[in-house]
C-alpha cells in the first residue's frame, strides 16, 4: 500500500504545481459534457446517442488503460527518475502498476462525472446498477491494463515506435462497435471485432447501463478469462521487456 | 555486508559490433570501507556502479551483497545510488516532496522516515531548503539531496558516482566527509567513482582503476 500511496501523494502534488493544466482539463471535460448536452436536445432519437454515449464512455476507458502505462514510463525517462524509482525493494512490475495510481483516481472521478452526466441527460434511460458495474469495471481494467502493460513494455525497450499502440488505438474505434454495431461491418471485419475483448466488453457496458442488464456468471467468467490472460501477458511482456533493456542498460533513456 | 563482485563480464551490442566492458572483475568490499575507482572515461565505471544497483544486467558473473546476489533484483537488497543527482528528481517538487516519495517508494514507514529525513537533513544542512523546488537548488544541494535519497534505507551497498563533480571545494570536501563518516559509521561497503586521485588519498580505504575491463588496485 505504501508504494500505491507513495505515486498517489507525488502525483497530487505534480498536479498541484501545474494548476493551469489540470484546469484545462477539467475545462475539457466540461466542454465534452457541454457537446453532449446539446446533441441530447438536437437528436430525436436520443436512443442513438445513448448507445453513442456510452460507446464513448468506453472508448475513453480504453484509452485510459491503453496509453496510462507508455505514457508513465516515458515520462520518468524523461525526467530522469525511471532509474531511482526501481532502487526500492518492490518488484518493477509492482512499480509499474503502482505509477498508474495518481492518473487512476483521477480518471475515476472523470467517469463518474460522466455517469452523473449520463443521468441527467438521459433520466430512466440510464441505469447503473453498481453490483454490476463495479466488476465489469475492475475485470476490464485488468484486461486491458495488460494490453497498457504490453505497450509500455514496449515503449522502455524501443523508446519511441510502439505498434500496440499504434494498432490498437487507430482500430478500436472503427472495429468495437463505439459509434455503430458491429453487424453492419463487411463480414472479414465482423468476424474478426467479433473475437475482440473490447467488443464482448463493451457490449455488457451497453447491456448494462442501457437496458440494466447485469451480466450472467458465464459472460462474468469470459470477462475474467481475459483479464487472466491479458493481464498476464501484460506481466510477462514487461518483466521480459525489463530484462532486455537492463542487458542494453538503458532503462533511463529516452 | 561485503560487497563481493566475482568474475563480472559485460558486453553491449553495438551497431558497430560488440564491445567489451568489463571482463572479468573481481572486487571485494569490506563493510565500513570505501573503495575508490577512477578510470578513463568510457571504462565502465559508471555502468559497474549500475550492475551492483542491478539497473544493468551483467553478460556473466555475480554480484553478491551480504549473502544475496543482487543482480537478480531480490527485495532484500538494499542499495543506494548516488548519480545524475542533476537530473533524477522531480524538478518541479520541492525538497521534502521529492523526499517522502521516495521514503515510501523505499518502503519506510511514515514515523521512521520522518525522523531519517530530518536526521539525514540536519546533517547534511537541507533543512532551509525543504520547500525550495528541486529546479531551483544548487548543484551542490542537488548532491546532498541525492546523498540523503541514497542514505534513506540505511542501505548495505552505498555507490556514488563523482560526488565532487560540478562542487567548489569547499562543499566538495564537507560531502566528503560525510560520507566518509556516514560509510564509518554504518555497516555499508561503499564503492565510489572519482576523477579525483588526491580524494581516493584523503576519504577512501583503498582505491583502483578500471583498465581493459578489470580492476588494477592502487597500493
Given at each position: 500500500m505504501?508504494?500505491?500511496?507513495?505515486?498517489?501523494?507525488r502525483?497530487?502534488s505534480?498536479?498541484?504545481?501545474?494548476r493551469?493544466?489540470?484546469?484545462l482539463?477539467?475545462?475539457?471535460v466540461a466542454?465534452?459534457i457541454?457537446?453532449?448536452y446539446?446533441i441530447?436536445r438536437f437528436?430525436e432519437k436520443?436512443?442513438?446517442?445513448?448507445?453513442?454515449?456510452v460507446?464513448i464512455?468506453?472508448?475513453g476507458f480504453?484509452?485510459f488503460?491503453?496509453?496510462v502505462?507508455?505514457e508513465n514510463v516515458r515520462?520518468?525517462?524523461?525526467?530522469g527518475t525511471?532509474?531511482p524509482?526501481f532502487?526500492s525493494k518492490?518488484?518493477p512490475l509492482a512499480?509499474?502498476l503502482?505509477?498508474?495510481?495518481?492518473?487512476?483516481?483521477?480518471?475515476?472521478m472523470?467517469?463518474?462525472?460522466?455517469i452523473?452526466?449520463g443521468?441527467?441527460?438521459?433520466?430512466?434511460?440510464f441505469?447503473?446498477s453498481?453490483a454490476?458495474?463495479?466488476p465489469?469495471?475492475v475485470l476490464?481494467s485488468?484486461?486491458v491494463?495488460?494490453?497498457?502493460l504490453i505497450s509500455?513494455?514496449?515503449i522502455m525497450?524501443f523508446?519511441?515506435?510502439?505498434?500496440?499502440?499504434w494498432?490498437?488505438?487507430a482500430s478500436?474505434?472503427?472495429?468495437?462497435?463505439?459509434?455503430?454495431?458491429?453487424a453492419?461491418l463487411p463480414?472479414?471485419l465482423?468476424?474478426f471485432?467479433?473475437k475482440l475483448?473490447?467488443t464482448?466488453?463493451?457490449?455488457?457496458w451497453r447491456?448494462?447501463?442501457?437496458?440494466?442488464?447485469i451480466?450472467?456468471?458465464?459472460?462474468f467468467?469470459v470477462q475474467?478469462?481475459?483479464?487472466?490472460?491479458l493481464?498476464a501477458?501484460?506481466a510477462?511482456a514487461f518483466?521480459a521487456?525489463?530484462d532486455k533493456?537492463?542487458?542494453?542498460?538503458d532503462?533511463?533513456?529516452? | 555486508?561485503?560487497?563481493?563482485?566475482?568474475?563480472?563480464?559485460?558486453?553491449?551490442?553495438?551497431?558497430?559490433?560488440r564491445?567489451?566492458?568489463?571482463e572479468g572483475l573481481?572486487?571485494?568490499v569490506e563493510p565500513?570501507e570505501i573503495f575508490?575507482?577512477?578510470?578513463a572515461?568510457?571504462?565502465g565505471k559508471t555502468?559497474?556502479?549500475?550492475?551492483i544497483a542491478?539497473?544493468?544486467l551483467?553478460?556473466?558473473?555475480?554480484?553478491f551483497?551480504?549473502?544475496i546476489?543482487?543482480v537478480?533484483?531480490?527485495r532484500e537488497?538494499r542499495?543506494?545510488l548516488v548519480?545524475d543527482?542533476?537530473?533524477s528528481?522531480?524538478?518541479?517538487?520541492s525538497?521534502e516532496?521529492?523526499?517522502r516519495f521516495f521514503?515510501r517508494?523505499?518502503?519506510?514507514?511514515?514515523d521512521s522516515?520522518e525522523?531519517?529525513t530530518?536526521l539525514?537533513f540536519d546533517?547534511l544542512?537541507l533543512?532551509?531548503?525543504?520547500?525550495?523546488?528541486f529546479?531551483?537548488l544548487?548543484?551542490?544541494?542537488?548532491?546532498?539531496?541525492?546523498?540523503?535519497r541514497?542514505?534513506?534505507?540505511?542501505?548495505?551497498?552505498?555507490?556514488?558516482d563523482?560526488?565532487?563533480r560540478?562542487?567548489?571545494e569547499?562543499s566538495?570536501?564537507?560531502?566528503s566527509?560525510y560520507?566518509?563518516?556516514a560509510?564509518s559509521?554504518s555497516d555499508?561497503?561503499c564503492?565510489?567513482v572519482t576523477?579525483?586521485?588526491?580524494?581516493?588519498?584523503k576519504?577512501?580505504?583503498r582505491a583502483?582503476v578500471?583498465v581493459?575491463?578489470?580492476?588494477?588496485?592502487?597500493?
Amino acid at each position: 500500500m505504501n508504494i500505491i500511496l507513495a505515486f498517489l501523494l507525488r502525483d497530487v502534488s505534480i498536479e498541484k504545481t501545474y494548476r493551469f493544466h489540470l484546469a484545462l482539463k477539467l475545462s475539457g471535460v466540461a466542454a465534452q459534457i457541454a457537446v453532449f448536452y446539446f446533441i441530447s436536445r438536437f437528436l430525436e432519437k436520443p436512443q442513438y446517442f445513448l448507445y453513442v454515449f456510452v460507446g464513448i464512455m468506453f472508448s475513453g476507458f480504453f484509452q485510459f488503460w491503453l496509453n496510462v502505462f507508455p505514457e508513465n514510463v516515458r515520462q520518468e525517462q524523461y525526467w530522469g527518475t525511471f532509474e531511482p524509482v526501481f532502487l526500492s525493494k518492490n518488484r518493477p512490475l509492482a512499480v509499474i502498476l503502482s505509477s498508474a495510481s495518481g492518473k487512476f483516481v483521477l480518471f475515476v472521478m472523470e467517469m463518474t462525472l460522466l455517469i452523473a452526466v449520463g443521468k441527467f441527460l438521459f433520466g430512466s434511460g440510464f441505469n447503473l446498477s453498481l453490483a454490476g458495474f463495479i466488476p465489469l469495471f475492475v475485470l476490464n481494467s485488468l484486461a486491458v491494463g495488460g494490453i497498457g502493460l504490453i505497450s509500455g513494455s514496449f515503449i522502455m525497450y524501443f523508446k519511441r515506435g510502439d505498434p500496440v499502440n499504434w494498432v490498437l488505438g487507430a482500430s478500436f474505434d472503427l472495429l468495437s462497435g463505439v459509434y455503430f454495431p458491429v453487424a453492419v461491418l463487411p463480414s472479414i471485419l465482423k468476424g474478426f471485432s467479433q473475437k475482440l475483448p473490447t467488443t464482448s466488453a463493451l457490449d455488457l457496458w451497453r447491456g448494462l447501463l442501457i437496458e440494466g442488464k447485469i451480466p450472467s456468471p458465464h459472460q462474468f467468467a469470459v470477462q475474467a478469462a481475459w483479464a487472466l490472460v491479458l493481464l498476464a501477458a501484460g506481466a510477462w511482456a514487461f518483466s521480459a521487456a525489463f530484462d532486455k533493456t537492463r542487458v542494453k542498460g538503458d532503462l533511463g533513456n529516452y | 555486508m561485503s560487497l563481493k563482485i566475482n568474475e563480472l563480464y559485460k558486453h553491449f551490442d553495438l551497431r558497430g559490433g560488440r564491445k567489451a566492458v568489463l571482463e572479468g572483475l573481481d572486487l571485494q568490499v569490506e563493510p565500513g570501507e570505501i573503495f575508490a575507482l577512477s578510470g578513463a572515461n568510457g571504462s565502465g565505471k559508471t555502468t559497474l556502479l549500475k550492475i551492483i544497483a542491478a539497473l544493468v544486467l551483467p553478460t556473466s558473473g555475480s554480484v553478491f551483497s551480504g549473502g544475496i546476489n543482487v543482480v537478480d533484483f531480490p527485495r532484500e537488497a538494499r542499495t543506494g545510488l548516488v548519480c545524475d543527482a542533476d537530473s533524477s528528481f522531480y524538478r518541479m517538487l520541492s525538497v521534502e516532496e521529492n523526499i517522502r516519495f521516495f521514503a515510501r517508494l523505499y518502503g519506510r514507514p511514515v514515523d521512521s522516515a520522518e525522523k531519517r529525513t530530518a536526521l539525514l537533513f540536519d546533517e547534511l544542512g537541507l533543512n532551509a531548503h525543504r520547500k525550495t523546488t528541486f529546479a531551483h537548488l544548487s548543484s551542490g544541494m542537488k548532491q546532498r539531496l541525492a546523498l540523503a535519497r541514497a542514505l534513506l534505507s540505511e542501505p548495505r551497498v552505498l555507490l556514488i558516482d563523482e560526488v565532487s563533480r560540478s562542487l567548489d571545494e569547499e562543499s566538495a570536501a564537507n560531502i566528503s566527509s560525510y560520507i566518509r563518516n556516514a560509510v564509518s559509521k554504518s555497516d555499508a561497503a561503499c564503492v565510489a567513482v572519482t576523477h579525483d586521485s588526491s580524494w581516493a588519498g584523503k576519504y577512501a580505504d583503498r582505491a583502483g582503476v578500471l583498465v581493459n575491463g578489470t580492476i588494477e588496485l592502487i597500493q
